[in-house]
């Protein structure tokens, strides 16, 4: 299905609210894509910026979590929201998929968080069945999907004028991660 025909429903999720609404959706979806930004490519010392949950196509949430930048928007606590998500993520009996999910593994080990019930590893799925093509998300969206996408670079620079992702705008950081993860 071409990224054009999708109805697509992405949100914000900053009220405690909002965020028991989506732990209610992954906890009944039979797979829920997760995908998380962090402030390091080292997942040994990353913690955690955001999160992105998606339970189907087009259907897709990002929660900030340390977001950091003149005029950003109130966010959740980040170990309430942790703390809160534990249970799903550690739970073997809800399936979930993600990109790169070694990285994320760690990154959610750093929160003290024991991450079970990965069914699908689009990258390693990737490397396994196309080893001479590009195994990046929005190579493998655009290849498989249809879809195309920004890549880190695209939404945080490159080089010196580089910045984190904790100081990109919640807003665009929200329309791009959760359309990543649908």
Request: charged residues 25%; aromatic residues 6%.
């Amino acid at each position: 299905m071409a990224a054009a025909g999708i109805d697509k429903r992405y949100e914000t999720v900053l009220t405690r609210e909002a965020l028991q609404r989506w732990i209610a959706r992954i906890e009944a979806a039979p797979l829920t894509a997760i995908d998380t930004e962090t402030d390091s490519l080292d997942g040994m010392v990353a913690r955690i910026v955001g999160i992105s949950l998606s339970v189907a196509v087009g259907e897709a949430a990002y929660i900030p979590l340390r977001h950091d930048y003149a005029g950003a928007p109130a966010q959740l606590d980040a170990d309430e929201v942790l703390a809160a998500l534990k249970p799903w993520l550690e739970s073997e009996r809800h399936a979930k998929l993600g990109q790169n999910i070694k990285y994320d593994t760690h990154v959610f080990a750093n929160a003290g968080i024991t991450i079970r019930g990965y069914a699908h590893d689009t990258l390693l799925q990737s490397y396994v069945l196309e080893a001479h093509k590009p195994h990046s998300l929005e190579s493998t969206a655009l290849r498989h999907l249809g879809r195309t996408g920004l890549s880190y670079e695209d939404v945080c620079g490159k080089g010196a004028h580089q910045i984190p992702f904790a100081q990109v705008d919640v807003t665009r950081a929200a329309s791009i991660r959760a359309k990543t993860a649908t």
